[in-house]
């Protein structure tokens, strides 16, 4: 299994701040189209993608008990 977080907008689309996929070798990619298709996630591509609280990009490979997170660009007044 593979924990995703997701952050502000993203989370409350969801309705929770965390799920677990089944995505043992998986792309980052692969895992944003499943979400993106189950969820409506319009945002989802403009979001920072961690794993393991590290910075990654849409080729990484995800393992299981990998935590990935979707950050969605903030702003601020």
């Given amino acids: 299994m593979v924990d995703v977080l997701f952050f ?3 989370q409350e689309l969801v309705g929770d701040e965390k ?6 070798g998986m792309t980052v990619k ?7 298709a189950k969820y409506n996630l319009a945002n989802i591509d403009s979001a920072m993608i961690a794993v393991n609280e590290e910075y990654a990009d849409e080729d ?14 903030v702003s601020g007044g």
């Fill in 30 to 36: 692969e895992l944003k189209a499943s979400a993106l």
């Fill in 19 to 24: 799920l677990s996929f089944q995505a043992e």
């Fill in 8 to 10: 502000a907008e993203l």
């Fill in 60 to 73: 990484t490979v995800l393992a299981s008990g990998d935590i990935v997170a979707f950050i969605p660009p």
